[in-house]
């Protein structure tokens, strides 16, 4: 095995580190890899300060209401996930290849456009998918988690559904403007320091176990309006009248396949969540749920690399320009990696301690834990595959491919919940997510000839460089 650094001053790999250093500032003057890493260490800083936050809110729970209360408000996050993945019909992310492919042919007025008209769509759909969780609340407490008292918190979260999908939409488009710091924010912060604000001052008062509930609605409402400033004020928007350039149903052909693809990536991350609610005790749930943000660390650099590298992958496709895809998402890759290994490795060396902060009893995820950040580690070094097959027209080829695997997890979750409870639930969710990003792996290789995956110390290279 080689050693780092040779008796001549050269690495293993033969070259000095001075050519290492020339090689390096070389590589900063490529405007895409330097707008790569400028946008992803700010939304890398971003993802962590709402990290933070996030596990303060999650922490305040833990500590002042116990295991039982965590797993209720876990499962009433989840049904608001469900209803506000649908009531944005996919539009965030059809708006965010809309209008980075239509600023990069300097056509800011369709830019313009495709939002009044995805808001048009969003904003009545999502006020009646507020009114049928209100009313059918009771329902889906009783009969599908078998909880009758989950009635009441699940009425709370229904008016939290609007405000989501209006905050998701503002995001993405200043996604797509590359207003990074407003993405950041209201991607992974706005939300954890509303509520841990408002958990805070409501705790002074009242110690009822509707508190974080009510407190979540009041962040996410907060963060909606602010949204809507930012965007009105980032993108310079006024009342303009909507054209007739682009067709509600052009909107819609690329927005559906994407709210399919979204809907069915929300079940495979959270189906573990659904069916221990299901089969399991409330406890086993807040347990669970600790288990999962601990693990998604590791996926921190993964998504702060994605805010940036999103619309660059639109980009370069709209350009036709795949050799430059492929250095952009390699590029990516090697970002995600490098970033992701230590927070990995102290997952892996101290699980225990980790959940201890949480409490004595979250002690008892630590197989949990370790299947877990073991499938969100492939998918860090697997590098943007989801983004780069639907930023390039291929979301049917993602849509597949979620598709079967949310299938394998859940038959795994309910061959697997009855009988290891957490445990199974856990080995299901990084079964799928190694297959997902595996299998999307190949088809990248396949179709655009450039392999994403990145295994450190080695030098081999596709065809492509």
């Known amino acids: 095995m080689l050693n780092r650094v040779s008796t001549n001053g050269k690495n293993a790999w033969g070259l000095h580190p001075v050519v290492l250093l020339e090689r390096f500032t070389s590589r900063l003057k490529d405007a895409h890899l330097k707008e790569l890493l400028t946008g992803s260490s700010i939304a890398f800083v971003m993802k962590i300060a709402g990290g933070i936050l996030g596990y303060v809110f999650t922490l305040l729970i833990a500590r002042n209401f116990g295991a039982g209360t965590m797993g209720v408000f876990a499962l009433s996050l989840t ?53 049928l969780l209100f009313l059918f609340a009771p329902h889906i407490a009783k009969h599908v988690f078998h909880k009758e008292y989950l009635s009441l918190y699940f009425r709370i979260m229904s008016l939290a559904i609007f405000p989501a999908v209006l905050t998701l939409i503002n995001s993405h488009t200043l996604r797509a403007i590359k207003k990074i710091v407003a993405f950041s924010f209201f ?25 974080p509930v009510i407190a979540y609605v009041l962040a996410i409402a907060a963060g909606a309006a602010l949204s809507q400033l930012l965007w009105r004020k980032h993108s310079q928007m006024k009342a303009v009248p909507v ?53 998604m660390l590791t996926s921190f650099t993964l998504m702060a690399v994605n805010s940036i590298a999103a619309p660059k992958f639109a980009e370069f496709y709209g350009r036709n320009d795949m050799k430059g895809l492929g250095r952009i998402a390699r590029q990516s890759t090697k970002l995600i ?34 299947l877990l950040a073991g499938g969100q580690f492939v998918a860090a070094i697997s590098g943007s595959v989801g983004f780069i097959l639907i930023m390039t027209g291929r979301q049917m080829v993602f849509q597949n491919v979620i598709i079967s695997v949310t299938v394998l997890n859940i038959v795994l979750n309910m061959i697997l919940i009855p009988r290891y409870g957490i445990a199974g639930a856990a080995f299901a969710n990084m079964a799928s997510v190694v297959l997902k990003n595996l299998v ?23 065809k492509n460089g």
């Open 79 to 131: 049904v608001l996930n469900v209803f506000s993945i649908v009531g944005r019909l996919g539009l965030d992310t059809a708006l965010l290849r809309f209008i980075a492919e239509y600023l990069a042919k300097g056509r800011k007025d369709l830019a313009r456009e495709v939002y009044e008209k995805s808001l048009r769509i969003i904003v009545p759909f999502s006020l009646c998918l507020t009114g």
């Open 187 to 211: 991607q992974n912060v706005s939300t954890y320091l509303f509520a841990s604000l408002f958990l805070v001052i409501m705790l002074v008062f009242n110690q009822g176990d509707t508190i």
């Open 243 to 295: 054209g007739n350039e682009i067709k509600f149903k052009t909107i819609l052909d690329v927005s559906v396949p994407m709210l399919f693809s979204s809907s069915i990536a929300f079940i495979l991350h959270w189906v573990g969540t659904l069916m221990l609610g299901m089969f399991r005790s409330e406890t086993e749930v807040g347990v669970f749920n600790i288990a999962i943000k601990i693990a």
């Open 337 to 370: 990696f490098w970033t992701s290994f230590p927070i990995l490795l102290v997952v892996f060396l101290f699980p225990s301690l980790v959940l201890g902060i949480f409490g004595e009893e979250f002690k008892t995820g630590v197989l949990p834990l370790y």
């Open 440 to 462: 999307c792996v190949y088809f990248i290789r396949r179709i655009f000839g450039f392999i994403t995956i990145y295994v450190p110390l080695t030098r081999g290279r596709d």
